[in-house]
C-alpha cells in the first residue's frame, strides 16, 4: 500500500500504447491540426466569399443568358434550384431592353409565353430580359447576410446576438413564408388578395400594391424586408457563435503548433 501512481495523460499525438506517433501517423495529425488552426484564422473572409459567391451565381444565370450561354445559364439555374423555388413572378429579371432590374406579374409572365404547369422553367427573353437565379426573398437573405457580415467583421464582432432575439428576427420570414405556402397548398389565395392588409390601410394603396409581387407591391415588401432582417440576425448569430468556438480551438491548437515547430 502506498500512494496511487499519478495517471499520465496522453499527448493527442501519441498511439494507445503511450509512445508518440512518428513518421507518416505523426505528419498527418500535424497537418490536419494545422488545417483547423488556419480556418480559425480565416473563416469569417471565406464565410462573406461564400455568400458572394452565391450571390453572384445568381447574376451570372441571368448574363449567361443574355449573351446566348443557355446551356450553361440552365447548369447554374440548376445549382440553386434545390434551394429556391425560383418563380418568375418573385424573381427579378436583369438585362432586358428596359435596362437595369425589372419584375413583371403572373399574368405578363404567362402572356410571354410561360407554362402555368412549369412556371420556374421560364428564364425569360431578350425583350423582358432574364430572370436571376434567386427569389425576392432569397435575394434579400443574402444581401442580408453579406452586408451584416461586413458589419459585424468592421465592428470588431458585433452586433452579438442570442438565440432568442435571432428566433424573433426569424418570426416576421416565417410568418410570411408559412402564410403564402398555405395559401398556395389550400387554393384560398389570401396571400394573393391580401384583404387583411387592405382592411388595415383603408384601401388606401392601389389593387395592384396588395395583389401583385412585383418591385414596390405589398408581397415584395413583406418578402425583402423579412429576408433582410432574417439574414441579419442568422449572421449575427451564426458568426457570433462560431468566433467563439474558433478562438477556443485556436487557442488550444497554437501551443502544440509552435512547440512542433508547425506555426511561429
Not at 455568400?51 to 447554374?76: C, F, H, M, R, W
Amino acid at each position: 500500500p502506498g500512494a496511487a501512481s499519478p495517471v499520465r495523460r496522453r499527448s493527442p499525438m501519441s498511439r494507445d500504447s503511450g509512445r508518440p506517433l512518428s513518421g507518416l501517423g505523426r505528419r498527418l495529425i500535424i497537418f490536419l491540426q494545422l488545417g483547423v488552426w488556419w480556418l480559425s484564422q480565416f473563416w469569417l473572409p471565406l464565410a462573406l466569399l461564400l455568400a458572394i459567391g452565391v450571390l453572384a451565381l445568381a447574376l451570372l444565370a441571368p448574363a449567361l443568358e443574355a449573351d446566348g450561354y443557355s446551356k450553361e445559364a440552365q447548369t447554374v439555374y440548376r445549382w440553386l434550384a434545390p434551394h429556391d423555388h425560383q418563380l418568375p413572378p418573385r424573381s427579378y429579371f436583369l438585362f432586358g431592353q428596359q435596362g437595369w432590374i425589372q419584375s413583371y406579374s403572373l399574368d405578363q409572365i404567362l402572356a410571354w409565353g410561360a407554362d402555368p404547369q412549369n412556371l420556374r422553367a421560364f428564364t425569360g427573353n431578350e425583350e423582358i430580359g432574364y430572370k436571376m437565379g434567386l427569389n425576392h426573398r432569397m435575394t434579400a437573405i443574402f444581401i442580408g447576410i453579406v452586408v451584416g457580415g461586413l458589419i459585424w467583421a468592421f465592428a470588431g464582432g458585433r452586433p452579438q446576438v442570442g438565440g432568442l432575439v435571432f428566433l424573433l428576427m426569424a418570426l416576421p420570414l416565417l410568418v410570411d413564408g408559412f402564410s403564402h405556402l398555405a395559401s398556395d397548398l389550400n387554393g384560398s389565395g389570401s396571400r394573393q388578395a391580401n384583404l387583411w392588409a387592405a382592411w388595415l390601410t383603408g384601401n388606401f394603396f392601389p389593387t395592384e400594391f396588395y395583389q401583385q409581387s412585383t418591385i414596390g407591391s405589398l408581397n415584395w415588401w413583406l418578402r425583402s424586408v423579412t429576408g433582410l432582417v432574417f439574414g441579419l440576425g442568422l449572421v449575427w448569430f451564426l458568426f457570433t457563435y462560431i468566433s467563439y468556438r474558433f478562438t477556443l480551438i485556436r487557442l488550444k491548437l497554437e501551443p502544440k503548433l509552435r512547440k512542433v515547430g508547425a506555426i511561429q
